[in-house]
């Protein structure tokens, strides 16, 4: 089993940036994992937002150009720092992790990840 914990999440005015970091424990060393960020908000599916799979980056259109995707392996921290935030991007943001290669992955979709953590709110004020 992994266990995933969000952090850094918070209320900021828009314009603002923010780093959300993931901390993974228990099983980590077992495989290396696809790791991703997801998003909701009420009412709303929860939204793809970026993922690292091995040493590839994709980000939702939404979010280029504004948001990056880290990890630090020592650390078993995968981040998200989010600069230039807008209202819109309001939401818990959770991230998520399977292990690489696993059969039928599809990086945009919440049924390709085995992990999840329990979310951290980010609020964006305008």
């Known amino acids: 089993q992994v266990q995933l914990v969000e952090s850094g999440g918070a209320s900021v005015q828009a314009g603002g940036s923010l780093r959300l970091s993931c901390a993974a424990s228990?099983?980590?060393?077992?495989?290396?994992?696809?790791v991703a960020w997801f998003r909701q908000t009420p009412g709303k599916e929860r939204e793809f937002v970026a993922v690292?799979?091995?040493?590839?980056?994709y980000y939702v259109d939404s979010v280029k150009g504004r948001f990056t995707i880290s990890s630090d392996t020592r650390k078993n921290t995968v981040y998200l720092q989010m600069n230039n935030l807008k209202p819109e991007d309001t939401a818990v943001y959770y991230c998520?992790?399977?292990?690489?290669?696993?059969?039928?992955?599809?990086?945009?979709?919440?049924?390709?990840?085995?992990?999840w953590g329990q979310g951290t709110q980010v609020t964006v004020s305008s």
């Open positions: 998520a992790a399977t292990p690489l290669f696993s059969a039928g992955y599809d990086y945009l979709r919440t049924t390709s990840y085995s992990y």
């Open positions: 228990g099983r980590t060393g077992q495989y290396d994992y696809a």
């Open positions: 690292l799979n091995w040493n590839d980056r």
